[in-house]
């Protein structure tokens, strides 16, 4: 009795303490182009952060700085408590301390792309068990068979032997995705996952987004779907110039835009 | 037409094909082995390695290999370094050594320009995905970036390869009696050059449709996502009809 009170009082702190994901005070530039000006966010466990923004805001940059595709100028990743360790290089930019940490870092946080990338010389199943063999070195069999039960769940399984050259978009952005949960990640980074399909297509991705959120994954989603931004993130933020400019509850965000930057977005949306 | 001439003279052709294939065979290979090397000291970012390549292939891609090959098998004997080394001299008095060397040397310029251009060539989307999913370097290079790079430069280094067949024949100015060495042999023999040049024409013509149709065969194998799915009727066309 008193034992299951202590493991309650203990459990609660350190599920609050330990964000999935952290981002604090992130600087990139371009050149003189200061893309992301200082941006900070937190994504606990479970948390779907719709980040928003006009384009050119920078979103695609936060996401790509976030796993290392691109390097922040300063500021700090954490993922689950784990910082990436950066040094200082002799041109004055920081670079990446431990490129294996990097990898294994990188690992836990699944990127799905605007323009799908599936490797197009491998067929869905070849490209859904790459990562996991190669990477995680889980044993083959093993990797096929979780693939199989993804490639299902997201309603490709028919095609699993097809190259993606030979899918329609939302079937290739379906196949991404169950790529992308073949890692197990702790956290799934998605850019504009919809954006680059035809308008009849965004609908069996959005679905198969939705269902994620609802299993508790833990997701940082750059979207312009504005439906799926309200019902079913748990956040949203609002970049604008580089910048944070709202960050809020969506049904409250929607409803009483807390800037006039966002009031904007939204109203220009509806047009 | 005298068939009997033209029946003896293929078969005396053909009969030095094998030399025309060994030749043609160690050039490439060996040339495929610089080739890598050079492609890899231009990729791997050190300065010195990309001045090193940029003037190697300036040198080998700008001159005549029959220019190479005489200074090769002439000129380099005049060195008394090379008259005197146990390891050179014995590859470089020998005109079948030569001739490959000058043939591999050729070829590698040629070769790592085709390679380095299908690196390039490689979209980055498909490498960017490979890092998010956290693989190290050389896991990338060789599940993603290598076997996207080798389909690329196929079509170009079967050319370069056909080219290679045809450069064999070089070698009879070095005094090998290869196919084009036969040939002139033959020539000189008969005086009958038509019917000579026509029959190694015609062999070379057929060895190379094999070598053209073993590649297009490779070619076909690694890229069934470029052809029609199961099912799928139509017909892909890997260039866009311009006329
Ligand atoms: N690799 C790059 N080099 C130079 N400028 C870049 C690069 N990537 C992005 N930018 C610039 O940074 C700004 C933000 O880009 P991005 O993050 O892609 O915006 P978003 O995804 O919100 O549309 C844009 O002005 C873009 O031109
Ligand atoms: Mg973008």
């Known amino acids: 009795m008193s034992a299951s009170l202590a493991t309650a009082a203990n459990a609660k702190p350190s599920l609050d303490t330990t964000a999935a994901i952290s981002v604090k005070d992130m600087r990139k530039c371009f050149g003189d182009h200061e893309v992301l000006k200082g941006i900070s966010l937190e994504a606990h466990k479970g948390d779907v952060i719709s980040i928003l923004g006009s384009s050119g805001s920078g979103k695609s940059t936060l996401l790509r700085c976030i796993n290392l595709l691109e390097t922040p100028d300063s500021g700090e990743v954490r993922v689950d408590g784990e910082l990436i360790r950066m040094k200082q290089s002799r041109d004055g930019h920081q670079t990446p301390a431990d490129i294996h940490q990097v990898e294994r870092i990188r ?25 996991p063999v190669h990477v995680l070195k889980r044993p083959r069999a093993e990797c ?15 095609r699993r032997n097809y190259y993606p050259p030979h899918m329609s978009g939302g079937q290739q952005q379906r196949a991404a995705i169950a790529r992308a949960l073949a890692m197990n990640p702790k956290v799934m980074l998605f850019d504009e996952p919809t954006s680059a399909l035809d308008p009849e297509l965004v609908g069996e991705v959005l679905r ?10 833990t997701m940082l989603v750059v979207t312009h779907e504005m439906g799926f931004a309200r019902d079913v993130s748990s956040k949203v933020m609002f970049l604008h110039k580089g910048e944070v400019d709202s960050l809020g509850e969506p049904k409250e965000m929607f409803a ?9 977005f939204i109203t220009n949306f509806n047009k | 037409m005298d068939f009997d001439f033209y029946l003896s003279t293929m078969w005396s052709v053909l009969k030095a094909l094998p030399l025309t294939l060994e030749i043609w065979f160690f ?8 080739a890598t090397g050079l492609t890899w000291l231009r990729a791997s970012g050190y300065k010195l390695g990309e001045y090193f390549t940029r003037a190697y292939v300036f040198v080998f891609r700008g001159s005549p290999l029959l220019v190479q090959l005489y200074l090769i098998y002439f000129g380099l004997s005049q060195f008394d370094f090379i008259r005197h080394s146990p390891i050179l001299w014995p590859i470089l008095r020998d005109p079948m050594y030569c ?35 956290g693989m190290p370097a050389f ?8 076997p996207i790079a080798l389909r690329l430069a196929l079509p170009a280094y079967s050319t370069e390869i056909i080219l290679m067949t045809k450069a064999t024949a070089l070698a009879s100015v070095v005094t090998i009696m290869e196919m084009m060495g036969t040939a002139q042999k033959i020539q000189h023999d008969t005086f009958r050059p038509i019917e000579v040049l026509t029959c190694a024409g015609v062999i070379y013509l057929l060895l190379n449709l094999s070598i053209a149709r073993l590649f297009a065969w490779v070619e076909y194998l690694l890229s069934p996502h470029l052809r029609p799915a199961p099912g799928q009727s139509q017909q892909i066309k890997p260039v866009p009809e311009v006329l």
Not at chain 1, 144 to 158: C, N
Not at chain 1, 256 to 264: A, E, G, L, S
């Open chain 1, 208 to 217: 198969v987004m939705r269902s994620l959120a609802e299993e508790g994954r």
């Open chain 2, 139 to 146: 896991t990338r290079f060789r599940l993603v970036t290598l």
């Open chain 1, 256 to 264: 009483r835009p807390p800037t006039q930057q966002f009031k904007q």
């Open chain 1, 144 to 158: 096929l068979e979780q693939a199989e039960a993804l490639l299902k769940r997201v309603g490709i399984w028919e």
């Open chain 2, 27 to 34: 050039g490439v290979a060996i040339g495929l082995v610089l």
């Open chain 1, 107 to 131: 690992a836990d946080l699944a990127m799905v792309f605007q323009s799908f990338n599936l490797w197009s010389h491998m067929t869905v199943l070849e490209n859904l068990v790459a990562a």
């Open chain 2, 99 to 133: 001739t490959i060397v000058a043939m591999a040397l050729n070829t590698a310029a040629y070769s790592s320009e085709i390679f380095r251009g299908s690196l390039r060539a490689v979209p980055v989307g498909q490498i960017e995905a490979a890092k998010a999913f």
